[in-house]
Structure formats: structure tokens, C-alpha cells
């Protein structure tokens, strides 16, 4: 088992930035991809940034050159950071461990970005 905890969500006015962290703990391989997906109310939920084991990144394209993913190997933790927000980034942001045959998610942390 692979326990995800996230932290760094927040109301912010338009513009303005913030980071997610998400630490993982437990059964984790170093072979894995983490990274961020968020749900915003009636809406499925959606990839923003990956980030695998080996560095390769990948990012939505609602997010590409505002959101930076980066992490820790060694901490096992994956940073988001979210410049110039706007508000529909509003959404829970869900952090993601996904390693062979197996995927976990994280409880979710709100964001809330006002006009």
C-alpha cells in the first residue's frame, strides 16, 4: 500500500500563485509516475501534470507555461506550482501514484481561485 498526503491548497484571488506538495509513504518502487489530476464541480475528473520517476513530464494543456511539476525522489513527494491562477482552476486537486499494476490517489486538496 501506498498512502498519499497533500497539503498547500487555499482560496486565492486571480493571478496570484500557489503549491501543492504531496508526499507519498509506504510501498513505494522507484520505478513510478506521480503527478496531479483535479475535478471541478460537474466535471470529470482531469490530468494537469505528470511527472515519471525518470523526469519526463507531461502537462495539460490548460496549464502549460503557468504550472511547473517537480519532485523529490528522495522525499517521495511531488510539488505543484501554480502561477498566475485563474478562476477555472477552481477544482479539488487529486494527487496520483501510479507504479506497476498499481495506481493510488490522494484525498484531494481544495482550490479555489476568485475573480
Known amino acids: 500500500q501506498v498512502q498519499l498526503v497533500e497539503s498547500g491548497g487555499g482560496l486565492v484571488q486571480a493571478g496570484e500563485s500557489l503549491r501543492l506538495s504531496c508526499a507519498a509513504s509506504g510501498s513505494t518502487s522507484s520505478i513510478n509516475v506521480m503527478g496531479w489530476y483535479r475535478q471541478a464541480p460537474g466535471k470529470q475528473r482531469e490530468m494537469v501534470a505528470l511527472?515519471?520517476?525518470?523526469?519526463?513530464?507531461n502537462y495539460a494543456d490548460s496549464v502549460k507555461g503557468r504550472f511547473t511539476i517537480s519532485r523529490d525522489n528522495a522525499k517521495h513527494t511531488v510539488y505543484l506550482q501554480m502561477n498566475s491562477l485563474k478562476p477555472e482552476d477552481t477544482a479539488v486537486y487529486y494527487c496520483?501514484?501510479?507504479?506497476?499494476?498499481?495506481?493510488?490517489w490522494g484525498r484531494g486538496t481544495q482550490v479555489t481561485v476568485s475573480s
Open positions: 496520483n501514484h501510479r507504479q506497476i499494476g498499481l495506481n493510488y
Open positions: 511527472i515519471a520517476s525518470g523526469g519526463v513530464i
